[in-house]
Nanobody, 121 residues
Framework: QVQLVESGGGLVQAGGSLRLSCAAS????????MGWFRQAPGTEREFVAA???????YYANSVKGRFTVSRDNAKNTLYLQMNRLKPEDTAVYYC???????????????WGQGTQVTVSS
């Protein structure tokens, strides 16, 4: 079992930056493939970024070049640095963990409670 807690969300103007954190506890964090997903009202949860246990990263096309996912295994923490934010980035952002790699939310077994990101125009 892995417990995940996101933080760092908030209100920011378009063009601004935020850094989300996801603190993990329970099982060994370094054994897990980690992902960031987001969900805006009335839409399905969508993939944002993922990072393997070894540090390889994957991004949705909509965030590539603006967002950076990273992890600090010593601190059991996952990060999402979000730059050049756009109003369409407004959503609840969730971190997720699973022992197996996947870009699909349905394949993740462990989820945080989410943190709201609002980008004003």
């Amino acid at each position: 079992q892995v417990q995940l807690v996101e933080s760092g969300g908030g209100l920011v103007q378009a063009g601004g930056s935020l850094r989300l954190s996801c603190a993990a506890s329970g099982r060994t964090f370094s054994n897990y493939y980690m992902g960031w997903f987001r969900q805006a009202p009335g839409t399905e949860r969508e993939f944002v970024a993922a990072i393997t246990q070894f540090g390889s990263t994957y991004y949705a096309n909509s965030v590539k070049g603006r967002f950076t996912v990273s992890r600090d295994n010593a601190k059991n923490t996952l990060y999402l640095q979000m730059n050049r934010l756009k109003p369409e980035d407004t959503a609840v952002y969730y971190c997720a963990a699973d022992p197996l790699p996947s870009l699909y939310s349905s394949n993740y077994n462990y989820w945080g409670q989410g943190t709201q990101v609002t980008v004003s125009s």
